[in-house]
């Protein structure tokens, strides 16, 4: 029925439907069968374009807000539109109750809107960040608190992907070329690799990055099933992945150092501005900037 109606009806027969759907999604200790919404299989669904060059109309929305306001702007543009497509909304149970899953009055108050993407607020130096982690989900409070508690925590962005389809090409250029000394990228998940939002995302992003860089990913491995039965076997997996999303920061800030020294050397020489070191030799200008879908699409 989802495919052969919802999604595609609109092409078939032109009729258009503004159906919401909030699936639970999330791993917080339940079966297999209570952790994952098959937010793979809804994106598989999606005619957003890979190369992101054709300017086609999407037929689905799949978002996976992090905050109250997120949700509420989701909500309200829903039927303030005056077109309608289905949308999806991954919404863990565990958000309902999480203290830091919060938001201002004033971030729902005239003048915003749902945001497609949201860069880390914590990030005070863009300059002096070396690792970008990409994220969708609950997941980013998880990796937000190891960040906080982690002495090399500032040297490390978290950016959260809150719209997945239509993707948010523009936005997330637009928040990732802010950060013009990061060599690595990685995208964090914690379904296994064979599901959830990776396969999806890492073509689309990686087109994005700059020259040289590439995209690691972080996460469960293959599984059949959408995840383990036993709890305590959940547990000791996300311990994992969150631990190697923070694994190797030493030596990035090591190279952030010696690059600082270099060009303060340079400067003392009066060498030529245009040497520029190894680690940061990509640049973010060699790559097209594709064109996106506006959000109210």
Not at 14 to 26: D, I, R, S
Not at 214 to 240: D, I, M, N
Not at 248 to 258: P, Q, S
Not at 280 to 288: C, D, E, K, N, Y
């Amino acid at each position: 029925m989802f495919d052969g109606y919802i999604v595609s009806g609109e092409t078939k027969w032109g009729q258009q439907n503004g159906l919401v759907l909030l699936l639970p999604h999330g791993f917080d200790g339940g079966g297999p069968d209570h952790s994952s919404c098959r937010l793979e299989r809804h994106l598989q669904l999606s005619n957003d374009p890979v190369d992101g060059h054709t300017d086609a109309m999407p037929n689905i929305y799949v978002t996976y807000p992090t905050t109250p306001a997120q949700f509420f702007h989701l909500l309200r543009r829903q039927v303030k539109r005056n077109f309608r497509k289905p949308l999806i909304v991954a919404a863990p149970k565990t958000m309902l109750r999480l203290a830091s899953a919060t938001s201002a009055l004033n971030e729902m108050s005239p003048g915003t809107c749902f945001k497609p993407v949201l860069d880390d607020p914590t990030t005070r130096d863009p300059h002096s960040v070396k690792r970008v982690m990409v994220v969708s989900g609950k997941l980013y409070y998880d990796l937000a608190k190891l960040k906080n508690e982690n002495p090399l925590g500032e040297h490390v962005a978290i950016v959260r992907v809150e719209e997945l389809t239509p993707f948010p090409r523009r936005e997330l250029f637009h928040v990732l070329s802010r950060y013009d000394n990061a060599t690595d990228f990685v995208w964090v998940q914690e379904e296994p690799r064979n599901a959830g939002a990776y396969a999806f995302a890492a073509p689309r992003i990686k087109s994005m990055l700059p020259q040289h860089a590439t995209l690691r990913y972080v996460g469960r491995s293959e599984h059949a099933a959408t995840c383990s039965g036993v709890e305590t076997q959940q547990a000791a997996e996300h311990v994992q992945l969150t631990t190697e999303a923070f694994d190797g920061l030493r030596g990035l800030v090591a190279d952030l150092v010696i690059d600082s020294i270099a060009t303060q050397h340079e400067k003392q020489h009066d060498k030529p501005a245009s040497v520029i070191s190894a680690s940061v030799s990509h640049r973010w200008a060699s790559r097209a900037v594709y064109a996106a879908h506006s959000s109210d699409h």
